[in-house]
């Protein structure tokens, strides 16, 4: 009947306090290395935006097409499917092919400005290497589409305004 006790403490415990404690220990040990696998990450990605940032270019572009395409079949150059790892080659990238001089290049957009790219029109870009970091419009503004609005958020304008015309 000494199976439940430990020799150190010499101290009955409950089997199922123990399997409470180990599962405490692996939690916070995974949580300890996440935190520092993150913050290696961001420091990461950190000295690459500054090194954008140093490396970037302002040019204007006539935006022929835009579309989120697979790396392998967006028309990148060799150089850059080769540097991609093997399992993001099947991620859908934001890929907009634009006429910069007499070329016409397929470039890798940032996530956050795809939408606000116009198609068909003369933008002013900042790029570094083939990435659009930046969008301006040449001569005129770029139109920004209004935010979608949550079902949640429908539902207190459509009250708000029955209560402004009952009143």
């Known amino acids: 009947m000494y199976y439940n006790t430990l020799p150190i403490f010499a101290i009955n415990i409950n089997p199922f306090v123990i399997g409470l404690l180990i599962t405490l ?39 022929i097409d835009k579309k989120r395409m697979k790396l392998t079949e967006a028309g990148l150059p060799k150089l850059v499917l080769e540097s991609t790892p093997k399992y993001l080659r099947g991620r ?26 116009p198609v068909k029109k003369e933008v002013k870009a900042v790029i570094s290497g083939i990435y659009i970091m930046e969008v301006r419009g040449l001569r005129t503004s770029l139109e920004t589409k209004p935010e979608k609005k949550g079902f949640f958020a429908k539902l207190r304008s459509k009250a708000q305004k029955k209560v402004n015309e009952s009143k």
Do not use: H, W
Not at 29 to 44: M, N, P, S
Not at 102 to 117: A, N, Q, R, T
């Open 25 to 63: 220990v692996v939690v916070s040990v995974a949580l300890f290395l996440l935190y520092r696998f993150g913050t290696k990450l961001q420091k990461r990605q950190e000295d690459s935006q500054s090194q954008m940032q140093a490396n970037s270019q302002s040019v204007s572009m006539l935006v």
């Open 92 to 117: 859908k990238v934001p890929i907009v092919k634009a006429k910069i001089g007499p070329k016409i290049l397929s470039l890798i957009c940032d996530e956050k400005i795809f939408d606000v790219i």
